[in-house]
């Protein structure tokens, strides 16, 4: 076990050089069910799209050329050959001086190259009065011109949204095939941790990490497992650690990890599988006791106990993992620009994270309030945190009413 | 029944005077599922957080004045009067001259005032050398200083995400009331819709806007209740709607409303309730002839069959009153700013929306290219929209190169 620092860079080289973040399997879902999920196929038609020619109107099937020179004050008349039922084979035919009544939707007759708006037609009997001429395709939608048998609609790694479930369904795919959600196991450890919904007794504190976590990582893609709060011994940790690897595709655990007498953590994940730990505390603040240890080929991430600590590490180290276990493209957090309000100290030599809330001055110039960061352990300073400010290692503050780049939480 | 088109507006006023969008219900969520969802009631803390005095660092508890001038070239010392166990009351008390070993979170004995950090101290046997002094409360986490009992944390309608949940779950409370998600029927209409899934006989097509507009009532909060294919009898449909309207907060429809032979849509909403039809035809490019109906107090949407008018009107009328109906607060749909790459013309009189494609050119503008409107039926044109832009009913066209506002559809 070593105990050197590394920097957020080198914990994330640690990280890439033991874990593989490839989707862990797929799955197939109902269409009606797939809307977020992300696709682990390329959709390509079976079929073409509409199947025939189709009227964009209801009104009248003709043979275009013979509307030629129609008129309001010079009508053309047809004679009917018939009615087209929708969602049938056409029946009628249309042949010289004939039209078919036809509706939107309804197939094309043979025949017929065009459709006349019923606006522009009147009827009497079996006669068909045109009014205005119409060319060939007029008011058509043809087979195939919205999707061509063979042709990629989607690619694997899209996420599905409304429209892309609509092209799906238009090809008649009732189960598509997408990235199995990946589990990540959430447990707390802690013998002053207590479960929501218990009675606390003195000595003890409420978990929050757990939830906090629970639900990043819901927002994430991933599904969460929640496996609650393990006591400081090390044969618990280590059971309930063994238990989190065979049904989860990540461990996060918080708390217990101090440096203190109670710091078991290393030990039990070392036992687990190879190479167990690979990060020992990074060099930024808050979050520096964090460990990170890859139990043959799944990551166990362990983060201070602190609310703000805990939830940061998650941001800056497990969540793009998640992402790309979800099957996402990864994608960097959104950020917006805003002046500080105050000047901000970095913790010597560690890359800094300090937490702002976003707000307007009376000027109606975006600022970022820095939250104190005393209060890492407070869940409502955490609750007010828009976001955070990086600054480097080499920074020894950013200055008052300079611009920054926020990364933002949501 | 009436057939005068009314504007877009005279539609949202005549959905305003018939229906209340008011969320239909609430229900107790476990914390851990409670994600994204809808807070139905005020969070008041019923706890102080943390309940007591808790040590933020490992270190040793003492009385901050006895550490008083301490140097590390002259440490002061004091004896160990124990060690405080994490997770229960101390039993030990640091009197003058004392000091009580004490770890991360653990509650802070009687006596003692502060907390010296390990990497200042050094021990030998029950000789605690104190190199550093600490002032009162130094390191310390007062009882209640995160959160007071009585204090409101979260309001109703607020959204659920981790750091929210992280407050409920630091109070203890094991169960959230939350808005019930509006169930929203959605069917299609029509003897040429097929079901995705089933073999699709000659002058069939699949069912596209049950799946896409499914889809966006999730992605609005809701929860679709997908209740297939009606084919266009008037006994058929009624017995649908009914249904649907037993079981829905508000009832999609699609396709079968078009001006023709076949429309029985207003009919079969008049027989249901009152005060049946109160939309019939709204004067916009796409999207005429939408059918809105009230039928005792839920709302009957029908849409025409083509994808695009489909969930255009869905995106103009639908959506809001299904965030309201969510518990969320009314929200304009996310705008960006991009220009024209050719001249868009509206229909004459008519509220027209031109579905666009955002795309950089060559000088790296932002540039919004129209989807050919005459494919209002493809859904391939719909996949490619990003956005819509609104032309009034009073302006002929926009010009090429213009700065236009684009509503986005994500």
Known sequence: MFRKLLTIEEAKTAIRRHFKSKPPGTEHVPLLQATGRILAEDIIAQVNVPPFDRSIVDGYAVRAEETFGAEETCPIQLELAGTINIGELPRVKVTKGK???????????????????????????????????????????????????????????????????????????????????????????????????????????????????SSAVIEAGGRPLYLGVVQDSLQQLQKALRSALSQADMVITSGGVSVGPRDIMPTAVNTLGKPGVIVSGISIKPGKPTTIASVDGKLVFSFPGHPTSALLVLHLLALPLIQQLAGKKPRQPSQTKAYTTTRLFSAKGRRTYIMVTLKHDETGKRTAEPLPTSQSGAITTLAKADGYIEIPENMQYIEKNEQCTIRRFR
């Open 99 to 213: 039209a078919a009544e036809i509706v939107t939707g309804a197939p094309i007759p043979q025949g017929a190259d065009a459709v006349v708006m019923m606006e522009h037609t009147e009827r009497t009997d079996d006669a068909i009065r045109i009014f205005a001429p119409v060319v060939k395709d007029q008011n058509i939608m043809k087979a195939s011109s919205d999707i061509k048998e063979g042709q990629r609609l989607l690619t694997t790694c899209q996420q599905l949204g409304s429209r892309e479930i609509g092209m799906i369904a238009a090809i008649g795919k009732p189960l598509v095939k997408t990235y199995r959600l990946p589990t990540v196991a959430v447990l707390s450890t802690g013998p002053e941790i207590a479960e929501p919904g218990k009675k606390l007794s003195p000595g003890k504190i409420y978990d929050i990490n757990a939830y906090t976590l």
